[in-house]
């Protein structure tokens, strides 16, 4: 079993929609989780953290984390083309760890 | 506030020769990652740092990579000798207390 579990994806999703994007992890002593956004080429930019059960919102962004069910998403509100990115999720708890991304495809 | 520095940005070798890659971290950060990232695939840790001290090598190949962080600032990978797999971008990245890591723009390897 993966440490961090991400869809494969690809994921598309049209323009103004709403993007769902989830992460199951393995260790039950983590205590962060990160979402980060990759365009191509280019190196992971950390687009959101949360340390505590429940949701976080930043602007079209809301992480949801539930510890008991191990699970972590992050919804991307009115997607537009410039999200167009993979989007990598990270646990830490002594060492960060992260899954191995979900593409995802705004089409205008 | 300066960023996560990497050196080089790129680097092209032949295998069963050597390279080193050198970062230097976000000031004050004392925790310092190294990440091999290969093309399609997340980051997977090879090393992470806090201070001078190893947290974990668990994933760091020992036979043919090492890393060193002195003086717990700047910290260098290496790989001796390198092989055709380990084509690949290795990413630096820093973390203060509050464990969000910022990353470096990387240093993409090609061995041929």
């Known amino acids: 079993q993966k440490e961090v579990e991400q869809n494969s994806g690809p994921l598309s999703v049209p323009e103004g929609a709403i993007a769902s994007l989830n992460c199951t992890y393995s260790?039950?002593?983590?205590?962060?989780f990160f979402w980060y956004r990759q365009y191509s080429g280019k190196s992971p930019e950390l687009i959101m953290f949360?340390?505590?059960?429940g949701d976080k919102e930043d602007g079209r962004f809301t992480a949801q984390l539930n510890k008991a069910s191990q699970y972590v998403s992050l919804l991307i509100r009115d997607s537009q083309p410039s999200d167009s990115a993979t989007y990598l999720c990270?646990?830490?708890?002594?060492?960060?760890?992260f899954g191995q991304g979900t593409e995802l495809s705004v089409k205008p | 506030e300066a960023g996560v520095a990497q050196s080089p940005r790129y680097k092209i070798i032949e295998k069963r020769q050597s390279v080193a890659f050198w970062c230097n971290p976000i000031?004050?950060?004392?925790?310092l990652y190294w990440y091999q990232q290969i093309l399609g695939q997340g980051p997977k840790l090879l090393i992470q740092?806090?201070?001078?001290?190893?947290?974990?090598d668990s994933q760091l190949p020992k036979d043919r990579f090492s890393a060193e962080r002195l003086k717990g600032v700047d910290s260098t990978l290496k790989i001796q000798p390198a092989k055709l797999e380990d084509s690949a971008v290795y990413l630096c990245?820093?973390?203060?207390?509050?464990?969000?890591?910022?990353f470096g723009q990387g240093t993409r390897l090609t061995v041929v």
């Open positions: 990245a820093s973390s203060d207390v509050r464990a969000e890591a910022f």
């Open positions: 260790d039950r002593g983590s205590q962060s």
């Open positions: 000031s004050g950060h004392a925790t």
């Open positions: 990270a646990v830490g708890g002594g060492k960060l760890i």
């Open positions: 740092f806090q201070n001078n001290g190893v947290v974990d």
């Open positions: 949360i340390y505590s059960n």
